[in-house]
């Protein structure tokens, strides 16, 4: 079924705007996801098999997740569940409602499999959210899978006042889920990604902290980061994990770098301004999901995340240290049978590689 949509469905979808294509994808899978019959049959054909993981406390009927800034609003959170996926990540949520950069502001290299963006934390803000998520409770649609959120700083908070920005957002939107990613490596927010800084960093994650001190749920907090930071700034980061309580890292955000391309069309995507995903970052971000694993001495749960379109590259994450793997620029070039096919792949090689569980696999080929 993704031959049929990478050879029909996807040169019609990408003969339009990639924006306007993204939005009214997201008004069907709205509409899908409030009606239990279309979420049935959507996961009749699309639905993965399980391979459950658990971490955090949570339990994930399979690893493949969906990556940040696909579903910003929670517009479709029941469908992700349907289409297979066993787990969502949505937001990025800021404290304050926000427009996000002037369009157009998502590009596709198609030759590449890669896409540039500068959406800029386009988001309706943390309480509207909070009033979406509890309204899918009110209709009985929660999906039977971990439900997380990325959290941004809103553009017209300055950097000295990040982690109060952070913290209102994780105070209205805690109560509703299950894990939450502190977002400081996104490069379309001016300055954001000096957050990823140790002390700014600090100040972050201890006012989250406090949010949910003396609770008796104790939500997982992980920090995303860019594939930019060197070894060293990943180091910096790694010193937080135990006095403030990072619960794992999601490894990696979009790249500012760009690789040289012979494609024409690829290249002018590439001279646009934003962050690079897709088939490009697939190496980059492998590289850091295994330093980190090395570093950590494979103590610290790692998301893995940039350049996933198959099996064989999600295998490349797990393998590597990632305990769970998220797709974005995949899902768009591959379509919705995605997460079936990883699944149905991972098994495959969980069989062949004659390991018993989920841990040995994960890390195999990051010794430390
Ligand atoms: C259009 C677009 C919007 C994104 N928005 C966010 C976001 O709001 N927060 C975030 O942490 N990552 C965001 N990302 C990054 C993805 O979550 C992911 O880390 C990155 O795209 C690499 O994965 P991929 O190669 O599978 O796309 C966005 C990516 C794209 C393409």
Redesign the pocket.
């Known amino acids: 079924m993704s031959w049929l949509y990478r050879n029909t469905l996807r040169p019609l979808l990408f003969t339009q705007d990639?924006?306007s294509i993204?939005n009214r994808t997201m008004g069907m899978l709205n509409w899908a996801g409030r009606h239990k019959m279309m979420c049935d049959v959507m996961r009749s054909f699309l639905g993965a098999p399980e391979l459950p993981v658990e971490l955090f406390g949570l339990r994930f009927p399979n690893p493949v997740g969906l990556?940040?800034?696909?579903d910003?609003n929670a517009e479709a959170l029941p469908a992700w569940a349907a289409m297979g996926f066993g787990f969502t990540?949505l937001?990025?949520a800021t404290w304050h409602a926000q427009p996000g950069n002037p369009q157009p502001?998502?590009f596709r290299a198609i030759a590449e499999e890669?896409?540039?963006?500068r959406?800029g934390?386009n988001?309706r803000g943390a309480e509207a959210i909070a009033e979406k998520l509890a309204g899918w409770k009110k209709l009985n649609r929660w999906p039977k899978h971990p439900v997380g959120m990325?959290l941004?700083k809103s553009k017209i908070t300055p950097l000295e006042k990040a982690a109060e920005d952070y913290a209102n957002s994780f105070r209205v939107l805690r109560p509703h889920l299950d894990f939450f990613?502190v977002?400081v490596?996104?490069p379309?927010t001016p300055n954001l990604r000096q957050l990823q800084d140790k002390k700014a960093l600090d100040e972050i994650f201890s006012a989250l902290q406090e949010v949910q001190r003396g609770n008796a749920r104790q939500t997982p907090i992980l920090v995303?980061v860019a594939p930019d930071l060197t070894f060293e700034a990943l180091d910096e980061i790694l010193e937080l994990v135990q006095p403030r309580n990072i619960a794992g890292i999601?490894a990696?955000?979009?790249t500012i770098s760009r690789p040289s391309s012979q494609d024409a069309a690829a290249q002018r995507v590439y001279s646009e301004t934003g962050?690079l995903?897709?088939?490009p970052?697939?190496s980059r971000?492998t590289e850091v999901i295994r330093h980190l694993y090395r570093q950590a001495k494979g103590t610290l749960p790692i998301i893995g995340?940039?350049?996933?379109?198959t099996a064989a590259d999600a295998w490349e994450k797990i393998t590597a240290g990632a305990s769970l793997i998220?797709?974005?620029?995949?899902?768009?070039y591959e379509g919705p049978t995605i997460c079936r096919n990883i699944v149905s792949g991972l098994l495959d090689r969980l069989e062949e590689s004659g390991k018993l569980s989920w841990s040995e696999v994960v890390g195999c080929k990051a010794k430390y």
């Open positions: 990639a924006e993204h990556a940040a800034g696909m910003k990540e937001g990025a502001r998502v890669a896409i540039v963006n959406m934390f988001n990325n941004g990613v977002n490596s996104s379309n995303k999601v990696t955000n979009t962050g995903s897709g088939r970052l697939q971000s995340v940039g350049g996933i379109f998220q797709v974005y620029t995949g899902l768009v």
